[in-house]
């Protein structure tokens, strides 16, 4: 497998569900993220995570709950979410924290929560 | 967080024909990047600009940093069926700083 890897695609989740995304990168990058895609507004940052730690939380509420074991895996925990929660989770990677060359997306994860 | 208004907001064209879109921001950024993203997928870099008027082409895309470096510009060419999706421009203020994301350009291609 190559780039950046996200699973599962899809999930649908009650309020009171815990599930967890799982990112893998294979790139060798050293700088990991999640953002928040939903319909009609801008990519929205939640994490950074630079070497295993996490040097970014963009007043994230704490349902959502980010781990980092090493440097090619990244997970976003989720718990009692709210229906606004639904929206298109994407991670990407980058060889350094906010590189100025961009990032590698993955093919995001589909959360709709009932 | 800087907001980044892109334009217009969707296209429907024939195929063949040429696309331009742009992106403004209040702000000045030294970095300018367009990604696009396919139904479904996560968003592909297409083009990288971190120079104030600098023309740089992939193909039948080509982007421009803005001189006053708060804008730039996507253009495509003899669009096809496959340039469908959503073009989304994104800055950087300086290196080290988050990259801000733009509402996006829906593409349609009608054949």
């Known amino acids: 497998e190559t780039g950046v890897t996200q699973t599962p695609r899809h999930l649908v989740m009650g309020m009171t569900n815990k599930k967890s995304l799982k990112c893998e990168q294979h790139?060798?990058?050293?700088?990991m993220y999640w953002y928040k895609q939903s319909a009609k507004k801008p990519l929205e940052l939640m994490f950074v995570y630079s070497l295993e730690e996490r040097v970014e939380n963009n007043s994230v509420p704490s349902r959502f709950s980010p781990e980092c074991p090493n440097s090619s895996h990244l997970f976003l925990h989720l718990h009692t979410l709210q229906p606004e929660d639904s929206a298109l989770y994407l991670c990407?990677?980058?060889?350094?924290?906010?590189?100025?060359?961009?990032?590698?997306f993955g093919s995001g994860t589909r959360l709709t929560v009932v | 967080g800087q907001q980044l208004n892109q334009s217009p907001q969707s296209m429907f064209i024939q195929e063949g024909e040429d696309v331009s879109m742009n992106c403004t921001s209040s702000?000045?950024?030294?970095?300018w990047l367009w990604y696009k993203q396919d139904p479904g997928e996560g968003p592909v870099l297409l083009i990288a600009l971190y120079k104030a008027g600098e023309l740089t082409s992939n193909g039948r895309l080509t982007a421009q940093f803005g001189i006053t470096r708060k804008d730039s510009f996507l253009n495509i060419s003899a669009s096809i069926p496959s340039d469908v999706g959503i073009y989304f421009c994104?800055?950087?203020?300086?290196?080290?700083?988050?990259?801000?994301f733009g509402t996006g350009t829906s593409l349609t291609v009608i054949p």
């Open positions: 790139l060798g990058h050293n700088a």
């Open positions: 702000s000045i950024f030294n970095t």
């Open positions: 994104a800055g950087q203020s300086n290196t080290g700083n988050q990259f801000y």
């Open positions: 990407a990677s980058s060889q350094e924290a906010r590189a100025s060359y961009g990032y590698t």
